[in-house]
């Protein structure tokens, strides 16, 4: 099991509070891009493309952020509870996995890897919230509740600008809103799990690493095993020290009406 200490914690919030870099190389991306550009009608994608002047910058931070997402969510999946903290890693992978492709593959080299990558970073990323909410709603209500609210809007804008319906935000205001809310609810989950430290059960006692049902169940059948046997070895003890029993041997040799007189005389 993996064993949570302070620097470790820390780091983990770190990288995630760091997220927030995609906003300041975006911003100077942008500020680098000859020509007109609207955050409400161009996608970010297109800071990244061979005309941007910023190409280099953002294309640095979308690999930079895959590498913080991740780092992130190795650091810090030992203080997530419940299931839903073995499946929010997984989603926060894949995410960082399609945010890493996106940075690799600009959408004006490989058209189709980069679309895969923009479709594993903004459905991980809103699902990976969700997941990421149930998991550490056990100690902060509402922290929990700010990243589910945060993954539904992530989810339900992916859905809109993955079906082509961008007429009300633009194509690029519906992406921003299925993109950004992913960094700014890592910074907030980072910062808040780094101040509530490991948790705690009742008696105070580090709670962390849990067994999973499964090792619940067989630790569980593995101490009644250990409990039956230790009764049954007592029980024997008990009936050994009996007073006045007879071997069984001796008695059916007694009740037996053909052994000879002498041998029951004997007896």
């Given at each position: 099991m993996d064993r949570v200490t302070p620097n470790r914690l820390r780091w983990g919030a770190i990288a995630w509070l760091l997220t927030l870099q995609f906003f300041v190389l975006e911003t100077l991306a942008q500020a680098r891009y000859e020509g007109a550009y609207s955050r409400a009608d161009d996608v970010i994608s297109a800071l990244g493309a061979a005309d941007s002047a910023g190409r280099q910058l953002m294309n640095a931070s979308f690999v930079v952020q895959a590498a913080l997402i991740l780092a992130g969510a190795l650091l810090l999946r030992p203080v997530l509870l419940r299931g839903a903290g073995q499946l929010a890693p997984v989603l926060l992978g894949a995410a960082a996995l399609?945010?890493?492709?996106?940075?690799?593959?600009?959408t004006d080299g490989n058209g189709t890897m980069?679309?895969?990558?923009?479709v594993l970073y903004l459905v991980g990323g809103g699902l990976g919230l969700i997941a990421l909410a149930y998991a550490v709603?056990?100690?902060?209500?509402?922290?929990?509740?700010?990243?589910?609210?945060?993954?539904?809007?992530?989810?339900a804008a992916t859905a809109f600008f993955l079906t082509g319906v961008t007429q009300y935000l633009g194509e690029g205001g519906t992406e921003r809103f299925a993109a950004y809310p992913l960094?700014?609810?890592?910074?907030l989950a980072g910062v808040a799990l780094w101040r509530m430290g490991p948790p705690t059960d009742a008696a105070g006692t580090p709670a962390?690493?849990?067994?999973?049902?499964r090792e619940e169940r067989e630790r569980a059948r593995a101490e009644k095993a250990a409990r039956d046997q230790e009764r049954d070895a007592a029980l024997e003890a008990a009936a050994r020290r009996t007073p006045g029993r007879r071997p069984v041997d001796d008695e059916d040799e007694l009740d037996d009406p053909w052994a000879g007189r002498g041998r029951r005389e004997q007896g």
């Open positions: 399609g945010v890493l492709v996106v940075g690799v593959f600009p980069h679309a895969i990558g923009a709603r056990p100690r902060s209500e509402a922290l929990g509740t700010t990243l589910a609210l945060l993954g539904l809007v992530a989810t960094p700014i609810g890592l910074a962390v690493d849990r067994p999973d049902r």
